[in-house]
């Protein structure tokens, strides 16, 4: 069920044949945004890099009508063109490197396509689509969590970036309001928490453990490793949220807010249910593996999402033994 299925009126969406540019179309997010936009009577133009046309066109066989075309984050000439070629309506900024880890090692790159791909997109809406909306994928890694206290990280808890990747995307944050500020580009930050579906990535800690799991219960695996189990998120579901990423490119305004469930849970919470639902053991099941840990994680998130419900009249409705059944559900028929 969508988050907007249960409010009297419907999330704000980009008008029916509005020009949809999403950039990262072959991720979790991009996935599950362009069939939502598609569902809307949406043209959605997919930016991908040349190497990923590939899983772009699979991706059009599978959902629709998809325009498929080219862009290299790194490479400002094509962004503009990009842009020039497209002139869309709404631009929605997904693409990133976003692993923490690949940060450390890959600074230079990670900041070049967080960073200085989001300058470059920008410079060529002011050129070429100044009444474009943008809507830029923020990370609640920019924020001091500790600073945010118990009501929730909003855009305003001061910034607090501790990795490459954090500080990358500070910095596209900035240029984003820079620009807005500026230019008067209808440029909008939607700062997201840990949002998670069958399409996340493994490495992904709640990822998989769900998978892990379905694995273990199938006799693939002998046990569930993990790096701790007192880990605490703001976990919600990565198709509600993209629900809401979309209502941001159809507002008259821009606005900077959060997009979370507002609540948290531990990686325990994510092995009692995966557990309980496959009728597996914690206690015999779950293994501790130090290696697994990554020295400078947070050891909490929340957001708050008071200003997505007042703008947007949206919140999440997908809770934890949902997203585990849905997750558990696809894994049984993949793993088989």
Same mark, same amino acid.
């Given at each position: 069920?969508?988050?907007?299925?249960? =409010?009297?009126?419907? *999330?704000? +969406?980009? &008008? #029916? $044949? !509005?020009?949809?540019?999403?950039? @990262?179309?072959?991720?979790?997010?991009?996935?599950?945004?362009?069939?939502?936009?598609?569902?809307?009577?949406?043209?959605?133009?997919?930016?991908?890099?040349?190497?990923?046309?590939?899983?772009?066109?699979?991706?059009?066989?599978?959902?629709?009508?998809?325009?498929?075309?080219?862009?290299?984050?790194?490479?400002?000439?094509?962004?503009?063109?990009?842009?020039?070629?497209?002139?869309?309506?709404?631009?929605?900024?997904?693409?990133?490197?976003?692993?923490?880890?690949?940060?450390?090692?890959?600074?230079?790159?990670?900041?070049?396509?967080?960073?200085?791909?989001?300058?470059? =997109?920008?410079?060529? *809406?002011? +050129?070429? &689509? #100044? $009444? !474009?909306?943008?809507?830029?994928? @923020?990370?609640?890694?920019?924020?001091?969590?500790?600073?945010?206290?118990?009501?929730?990280?909003?855009?305003?808890?001061?910034?607090?970036?501790?990795?490459?990747?954090?500080?990358?995307?500070?910095?596209?944050?900035?240029?984003?309001?820079?620009?807005?500020?500026?230019?008067?580009?209808?440029?909008?930050?939607?700062?997201?928490?840990?949002?998670?579906?069958?399409?996340?990535?493994?490495?992904?800690?709640?990822?998989?453990?769900?998978?892990?799991?379905?694995?273990?219960?199938?006799?693939?695996?002998?046990?569930?490793?993990?790096?701790?189990?007192?880990?605490?998120?703001?976990?919600?579901?990565?198709?509600?949220?993209?629900?809401?990423? !979309?209502?941001?490119?159809?507002?008259?305004?821009?606005?900077?807010?959060?997009?979370?469930?507002?609540?948290?849970?531990?990686?325990?919470?994510?092995?009692?249910?995966?557990?309980?639902?496959?009728?597996?053991?914690?206690?015999?099941?779950?293994?501790?593996?130090?290696?697994?840990?990554?020295?400078?994680?947070?050891?909490?998130?929340?957001?708050?999402?008071?200003?997505?419900?007042?703008?947007?009249?949206?919140?999440?409705?997908?809770?934890?033994?949902?997203?585990?059944?849905?997750?558990?559900?696809?894994?049984?028929?993949?793993?088989?």
């Amino acid at each position: 069920m969508s988050a907007a299925a249960n =409010l009297s009126n419907p *999330l704000p +969406r980009p &008008a #029916p $044949g !509005a020009r949809t540019l999403i950039t @990262g179309l072959t991720g979790q997010d991009g996935y599950y945004l362009a069939a939502y936009l598609l569902g809307g009577g949406c043209r959605v133009l997919g930016a991908v890099l040349p190497a990923e046309r590939p899983k772009a066109e699979a991706l059009a066989r599978e959902l629709g009508p998809l325009e498929i075309h080219d862009l290299n984050l790194e490479d400002p000439q094509s962004a503009e063109a990009l842009i020039a070629a497209t002139h869309p309506d709404v631009v929605y900024h997904l693409a990133a490197q976003s692993s923490v880890g690949i940060s450390w090692r890959e600074p230079v790159m990670t900041a070049g396509v967080n960073a200085m791909g989001t300058l470059y =997109l920008l410079e060529a *809406l002011r +050129r070429h &689509a #100044p $009444g !474009a909306a943008f809507v830029m994928a @923020g990370s609640c890694d920019c924020f001091d969590h500790d600073a945010a206290g118990a009501g929730g990280v909003t855009p305003e808890t001061p910034l607090k970036a501790t990795n490459p990747y954090a500080a990358a995307k500070v910095m596209a944050q900035q240029l984003t309001q820079c620009y807005r500020a500026h230019w008067g580009l209808r440029a909008s930050v939607a700062v997201m928490f840990n949002h998670t579906s069958p399409r996340r990535p493994e490495q992904f800690v709640e990822r998989g453990i769900v998978r892990q799991a379905v694995r273990v219960s199938l006799g693939l695996a002998e046990a569930v490793e993990i790096g701790s189990r007192e880990t605490r998120r703001d976990w919600s579901w990565a198709p509600e949220l993209m629900e809401a990423f !979309a209502a941001l490119g159809a507002l008259e305004g821009p606005v900077d807010l959060v997009l979370a469930a507002g609540r948290t849970l531990t990686v325990d919470d994510w092995i009692h249910e995966s557990f309980a639902q496959l009728g597996l053991d914690p206690a015999r099941q779950v293994r501790i593996d130090p290696t697994r840990l990554h020295p400078g994680d947070r050891p909490h998130t929340h957001g708050n999402i008071e200003l997505a419900r007042e703008r947007l009249g949206w919140a999440p409705q997908v809770g934890l033994a949902e997203m585990v059944r849905r997750m558990i559900e696809f894994d049984r028929h993949d793993l088989v």
